[in-house]
């Protein structure tokens, strides 16, 4: 059995553990972990997600879990606000520069963490999941959300899947991207 397959086989019993769920073991740090996987792997841990949601109703039918797919968040916001039609026709005449550029405000950090409370409802359930965050690279950085849900997550513990490299002080997007320092989160299973 291969590394990768070893720690996804530790997901599901670290996430229905009470030190995690309790947040036992932390001191006053924030729950936030940070499942880092080879981003060649995406479908496979995609795959695998749906497993750990079906296994945590099995292993704890009584835990209240939200997964949030950062790049589906995006697409429902960006079209809730009727933007979607026109960023598309933009990044087309224009360029993916312009597009980047005109997203910048409406994807700040802060306000994609007000909307994902919206809808992980923390103070509703006992573990929030998120995946999808290559998906929405560049236009919106995992380590600026983190830092912008730190508040709003309280007690609950986060669980991002992040494709590329978290050495325990930075996040190194597909392995390949400079490191954005962040050190506020564990390392789900190394």
Do not use: W
């Amino acid at each position: 059995m291969d590394t990768f397959q070893k720690r996804l086989n530790q997901i599901v019993p670290k996430l229905t553990s009470e030190e995690l769920l309790q947040n036992k073991g932390l001191a006053k740090d924030i729950g936030f972990y940070i499942f880092d996987y080879p981003p060649e792997k995406e479908l496979d841990l995609r795959d695998h997600i749906k497993f750990t949601l079906h296994q945590i109703g099995k292993v704890r039918p009584d835990l209240q879990v939200k997964h949030i797919d950062l790049f589906r968040l995006v697409i429902e916001y960006l079209k809730s606000r009727k933007l979607l039609d026109k960023v598309l026709e933009m990044q087309k005449k224009k360029g993916d520069s312009k597009l980047f550029a005109a997203l910048k405000a409406p994807l700040a950090a802060d306000k994609i963490a007000k909307v994902f409370a919206e809808i992980a409802q923390p103070e509703e359930h006992d573990l929030v999941l998120i995946s999808g965050v290559g998906s929405v690279y560049p236009m919106v950085r995992s380590h600026n959300l983190l830092n912008n849900l730190q508040p709003i997550m309280e007690d609950t513990p986060l669980v991002m899947f992040y494709p590329g490299k978290f050495t325990g002080y930075g996040l190194s997007l597909f392995g390949k991207l400079a490191e954005s320092n962040y050190y506020r989160a564990f390392q789900l299973a190394p």
